[in-house]
């Protein structure tokens, strides 16, 4: 079951500026950061009433983040809905159709296993899942 | 006060397929379907949990939305952050240095009032504040 929006990943250039920036929109201090080696990216959390905000900086040139950047440029790079059972809701996901990136779930940021569906399965927007561990 | 993500709008083609899409990824049935004229738009809601997703067809070539798919094709269009009071929050951005796309609230979908804050404001993200009427 899709039970809400986890968060929203905000690609960005410089995460220390960013997170400035967000502070001072959400009227709030940033609660956590992490870097994710594997995915190569610097992470920052802020919350949102029930919901997170996820700014994302590369750490290298391989990183989707950079990618993403230097494609499009900054701004939203995907939103992620937490699920119960992330096996469960990829085999619906699958099973309607949609094209999911990974074939099984894999460790991200914030003690989360997640899985993507495709930008071209949903109106040019990447979907995560994600399950708390 | 940012009070939590009202929702989060979604730049789409064809609205009938998207909220096929939509339903299924979901699983949820849209709830509401709205035309803001003065926008150019054709909306349709669906519940995800404390949010919505709101999805957006464009009317008319003068819409920001076609403009948007132009640009950058189908895909995130913005971000809305319920407030209790508009002015008092656009305000308190303005006096932090964001740019505000408009002077005075606006009527939206969904009976709101709105504001747009300038995405170069804001990590290359387009903001929209809004307060139920």
Redesign the interface.
């Known amino acids: 079951?899709?039970?809400?929006?986890e968060h929203?990943g905000?690609?960005?250039?410089g995460i220390e500026k960013?997170t400035s920036?967000?502070e001072?929109?959400?009227?709030?201090k940033a609660y956590k950061t992490e870097s994710v080696e594997s995915e190569h990216v610097n992470t920052v959390f802020l919350q949102?009433?029930?919901?997170k905000i996820e700014?994302l900086e590369a750490t290298s040139a391989d990183s989707a983040i950079a990618k993403f950047i230097d494609k499009?440029?900054?701004?939203?790079h995907h939103?992620a809905?937490?699920v119960d059972d992330i096996e469960a809701e990829m085999a619906?996901?699958k099973a309607?159709?949609?094209i999911l990136l990974n074939d099984k779930p894999k460790p991200g940021a914030d003690n989360k296993l997640v899985c993507f569906?495709h930008?071209k399965?949903?109106?040019?927007?990447l979907?995560e899942l994600c399950q708390s561990i």
């Open positions: 079951m899709m039970n809400k929006i929203i905000i690609a960005v250039s960013a920036v967000y001072a929109l959400l009227n709030t949102s009433g029930p919901n700014l499009r440029g900054e701004g939203i939103i809905f937490d619906r996901l309607e159709g949609f569906v930008p399965s949903a109106n040019g927007v979907i």
